[in-house]
């Protein structure tokens, strides 16, 4: 089996990321991929299927800059702050397009994308009972369990083009490291056509502790270096959540040009990989 590409987030984007993909950006409150988020906007793809279990800060960026036509998600909001206002711009108004939206429960993601990896082409499970989302979305369904009789939930398994995540190290082999709070970051690379991992570093050894989750070389087409490419979340082991940032993005973002002329100094004027520090 072919092995990850070690290569820059720029050609990585470049060589993965087409105009139309559905787009998964997973993070579970650190080892957010911002900086690959990033250079997706500088690279200007449009009328991408946006996917993630908990849209926050990054999701708002693309949305805002005209990325997005569609989001997949089970929770969106700007963390311990309160909402995003940029999807909810495109939502509400429009602007700066439409923005189509599918709202699933956390549990329903997870297994959406435990099926993907599995290759199955659904999710069953016992969900969405006494609640109102399978009312405003067709996608969920229910299923009778031929052993019980039991009335299941069941939704397509998440099978995106293109999976992009952050971790903290990779080796010369191209196999990736990840440690900490662990979301659905693995299972999103096992179930999508292409993925992306950027990292704090390239190392000889990856050196991973108890219950570290590995990322074979097979299973990832790219993988770039990028220190501080989870900015402003965290990545435990090399620098913390800068919690300053998530409450300065809400009077920036509430204001259609002030967002602009943020996203234009803080990320379209600067290279792949420099951040917005």
């Known amino acids: 089996m072919p092995r990850a590409v070690i290569t820059s987030l720029e050609e990585a ?11 998964s950006l997973e993070g579970f409150t650190h080892l957010i991929p911002y900086a690959a ?9 449009k009328d991408l299927t946006l996917i993630r279990m908990t849209p926050d800060i990054i999701f708002d960026q693309m949305i805002g800059m005209g990325c997005a036509r569609k989001l997949v998600f089970s929770w969106g909001g700007n963390p311990g702050v309160g909402s995003l206002h ?3 711009d495109a939502i509400e108004q429009d602007w700066p397009l439409p ?17 993907g ?3 199955l082409p659904c999710a069953v499970f016992r969900g969405y009972i006494g609640n109102d989302l399978p009312k405003v979305n067709d996608r ?17 398994a998440m099978r995106p083009d293109v999976a992009v995540i952050h971790a903290q190290k990779a080796d010369r082999r191209g196999n990736v490291l ?18 992306i991992v950027t990292v704090e570093e390239i190392v000889d050894d990856l050196g991973g502790g108890p219950n570290a989750v590995i990322l074979p070389s097979w299973t990832v087409s790219a993988i ?13 082991g090399y620098y913390p959540r800068d919690n300053s940032f998530y409450k300065a993005w809400d009077p920036i973002a509430r204001d259609r040009e002030t967002f602009r002329a943020w996203m234009d100094s803080h990320v379209m004027q600067r290279k792949a990989g420099e951040g917005v520090q």
């Open 13 to 23: 984007v470049a060589g993965n990321v087409r105009d139309g993909d559905s787009l």
């Open 178 to 195: 990840l440690e900490g709070i662990i979301g659905v970051q693995k299972e999103a690379v096992l179930a999508a056509s292409r993925s």
């Open 86 to 88: 940029r999807m909810r």
């Open 224 to 236: 770039a270096a990028v220190p501080n490419g989870a900015f402003p979340s965290y990545a435990h």
């Open 117 to 119: 990896a599995a290759g």
């Open 140 to 156: 969920i369904r229910a299923v009778e369990c031929p052993f019980t009789g039991e009335r299941l939930a069941a939704i397509p």
């Open 99 to 115: 923005l189509e939206i599918e709202e699933h429960s956390h549990g329903a993601m997870a297994n959406a994308y435990e099926a």
């Open 37 to 45: 988020g990033h250079e997706i906007i500088r690279q200007g793809r």
